[in-house]
């Protein structure tokens, strides 16, 4: 007994490293293992002696050792592996073709419920001993099933009478690699990219594995190499080799690999004159490079295409539309099972009267005309990105064509990855969304899961902030974004609050005080951070082309949509873009109920006021505030609601570990200076205008405006 | 007794997690800490029961804690912490001022051989009780002490009779990162820059410290953050701050900060006319850059140069000497304690007669005329990094000034991060080169040591390999040429086999069946390079700009000496650089007897034989073979002896971990390719002068020269 202790520990210590990779770091993301509490591990040792999982794939393996390796680390002690119920505690994994009869008997009756990729988690009775039974239809579904049930003992949960059913609403769960072939990423802020392209297909870095893994434990199925900003060589045959190499490593983790395609490729590669989707030439090469692809990686996922947006070739090049373009593509993929993402990101290369209603322009006229493995993949909200918009306006306007939307975990306007800004309210606050396209309850959410059109495929992308940071997102709170856009992607009415303590939890370990303590922190920073970057509706105040740092300045380039004075629209008579029917009208693509909320300013919600309207500066808010003070109170709250933040953190020293105190430290700290930069400068900036005072009690900015004017950034990140 | 087991464990089970970061992925280097076998396990745990370590500053706190877990992994256990020696195996460590009399008396006769840096470990008695102390004059010494008995107790070796003085024979240990300030890194095979300068001063990323810490474990003493391409920005008040969060990070570690000085940068910093050494306002803004530098930095290092050399601005843009121009620089540092290290790596703008004597031609005149806080910092070779080049003329020619030698650990003409080459053979051949400028014995590392001509400052320089790899060097087995260049870097005249074992050990652990396989591999794994890429003295043959794969045939560039058919001058009459007094006569630049040697192709050794010589294709050579013959033997052997290292890796599985076994299979894969590339463009192209046929018994080419001439790589990392 004291021998087999020995040895336990030891394994318990390679666990601990295996798993955890660097526990310091933050590299084993949420998916690191701590010894359960314990009395749960006396529990946990008795339902989970013994483990009946007949594996016949590389996925069950993957699982199995996942379980196995995990509880190693939490009771320090792997179950018996067995072939029938011999005793108490047994657990039970497999499909109804692998696991015995009377276990499957027990809960056959849910399978229904799963899907091809769902699982149920239940605690049975198999000839009078208590057992637990991991039950899918399909490998994919184990392999959800288990990481879902790690998750549990992880939280050290009760795990005596489970009664778990879960399959995902969405079909296609998605990252979006804004990778450039030259390791450079996009608006990215956690390093470089992941793709080491010069060493594939040849050498298989550990962490594209390690990467699959924290997808798969979080439900996400296939991921976008490259940026949509697409460089043509990616589809030569030197590349797709490369492409092939990683699908390789994922496959067995669940998730396809999909490509975007640069529209021109066929004059850039196949040296035709032209693009034209109607040209049979064209068709022709797609059609062939398709088929080339499918060589590759025979479970290509398809096509992400950016066309005929900031610059990007597309089928407009050659007076057709977008369906034509999407069409082709989605014509010579159909064989294959492959699918189509067009974006709807588009605004026209002409100075357009406003760019919120281009998308809905373009697309809504051609709501139907999509082959049926296409769907539009639509933005959160109408501009881009921003750290508040109202929902897209195309949601909910093209109920005859399968859309998803688009969200962006990398944080461009956000902070980068200096900011601790949990994402999940943000995602959720689209996702819930009511576009009233179907009466009452037509939320977004129910678009993106196909319920409320009865779309036949379903999606959703997330613009991933992963990179080669030890820590993968650049800053330790950044990995919740990751988690939590999976977490919604499997379920977009799971609750943000929920999510973030699951995270919590499986990150840090189970100690209630830091979880209460940080729980509302995460909750409440996104609007802390929308309080001093962009309060109450304002938008794309950000520096020039870098995005860093505030630039509510920014004027007379080379189009007016890509300055903040074409927003913001400040002058001495007020503040605000009108999109009512006394401004652009915006507000007209929206249903009849979101408008009649928001295009009355005294019901308007602040936090969409200055969206939808020009106001004066002595608008008297709902606060009874002007809309000068109310404006000053923001930025202002922004800022001290940081400094809130840093006194909570710097109580919980001792209750991580020193180096992620340290780093969220350091990074809370440049989240306060920054915070000050963007407050100072747009209060200076706006109060230009407003020529109103800064409300007593609120200490003035540190600098003249000039000051911050002339602030210059070099080589910012994310470019 | 069984319950300290317990807690034992858990403490090992945690420190191998925290000590060796993720131990699968190569994160932790050559410091991670592996149980140590029964029988050494015992002796330690009673030789090390006791530790005396009076603490007095960050430095001392490191050791320690270094020490400490070192010991939880290596024996799972931690010393009594006493203030005086009280029973057997107590292990004092300090300074004379720290430690007790006795123990100090004892050792104290070592003491004069230390130095500044210097340490001794001794196996001693003290009141009849055995003990172990770690002397040193300096706190700086005692971490290397304790970096050094660390090692010695991960290789399990004997430590009851410890005699062991060591100084470091250089004073400046430096590595010179070619990174830009964008985070690309000029020739970095292994991701990106480790400094994430736009998240800097705010935000210490514990890689920093991490950083640090492998360098102390190894002497290095010093780090040139910026590319020798140096962008003027690194001297800005801004990017200033951000150096100096990295010095403060470092500094506990024995590491202090140089930066590369853009010559310019009072142009283009200060708004000054020029930037012409004489000119008395460019003297009074280095001045007070300078004075702003130690600021910021107050134990700043000194700049590092490069000036007049491939586009780089320099005095000469003044007609001025590099004199002129390191002594401005110098005599404003001089105050401080700052060094200057100029770079003798310059060769014309115009077209020379021969590059490999640019070098000498420019700085030999200037000997004796540099200040004496200057260095010249000279190539290993006259060239540039090349695979195999005989030692710089430099060396040996300038006794009346101060000389340090640069070598280059990033593999830019070794098959970056993708091939298995072990360096230290590389560095040691130099360093060992005998340039008889004295006598014989007047070796490259005399000159580096500063022993030959008395120096008065001494430096050695190595271009760092590491970048955002997770494993840091890219290759697993890259580590050891960062390990080397500091172990070498320390003693000039350690053995390169030596350093190879001891380093597989800390890696590895001391499977003897391990070591014994690998050490030939890495011992010849230089050797196997040159053959598959430039064997019999060529040079220079690889791909343009990139510098990846062959390109025998790169000609017509804009300067010949950029092209590879300069180098080689393969004509139906032969092949090679003729260097003699019929050539170029570069020769002349070295001692007569290195001419005697070298001048005679029937004396000149294989390994320069083409250096120095142009000979017909059918030369005779020792082996008795033609040159023809010998040139294709060395490119087939090149290709045979990585599928050997092959053969031999694949009967290690099992003994390393899976991850790693996996990683150096993938690379050796590719190498082999890649050599195999080298060989057959390489041994055709020159086939077409040759026209003769590849030997009997050697397999053909897989395609014919246009197949490879035409080979294009886009994205290759490194520029």
Redesign the interface.
Known sequence: M?AL??GT??I???S???G??????G?GLWLGVKPASGERSASYKKQLSALLFPVTNEMDSIAKQELLSALNGLIGHTPKQVDAIQEEGTILIGTPSTLPHLAREAVAAHLPLMGTEGYGIYSITVLEKPATVILANTTNGILYGTYAFIGLLQRNEDISSLAITSQPKVELRLLNHWDN???TVERGYA??SLW????LP??????YTDYARANASIGINGTVLNNVNANA?MLTT?YLEKAAALADVFRPYGIRVYLSARFSAPVELGGLENADPLNPAVQRWWADKVAEIYGHIPDFGGFLVKANSEGQPGPQNYGRSHADGANLLADVLKPHGGVVMWRAFVYEDTEPEDRAKQAYNEFKPLGGTFRDNVIIQVKNGPIDFQPREPFHPLFGAMPRSQLMTEFQITQEYLG?A?HLVYLGTLFSETLQADTYADGPGSTVARIVDGSLNGQAITAIAGVANTG???NWTGHPFAQANWYAYGRLAWDPDLDAAGIAEEWLRLTFGNDASFINALLPIMMRSRETTVNYMTPLGLHHLMGWDHHFGPGPWIRDKPRADWTSVYYHNASKDGIGFDRTATGSNALSQYSSEVRALFENPQTCPDEYLLWFHHLPWDFRMKSDETLWEALCRHYYNGVEEVAAMQTVWEAQRGKVND?IF??VT??L??QH?EAKLWRDACVLYFQQFSDMPIPEGLEPPEHPLEYYEQLKF????GI
């Open positions: 004291r202790n020995y520990l030891l318990l210590a390679l601990l490293c295996a955890e990779g660097n526990a310091q770091s590299y072939l030259d390791r390093g470089f080491d392209w010069h060493r040849g050498y298989r870095d550990p962490r060589l030197a980068f200096t080669t940071a030890i180096t340290r780093e350091d990074l700290a440049m200076k070099h080589f910012v990140p």
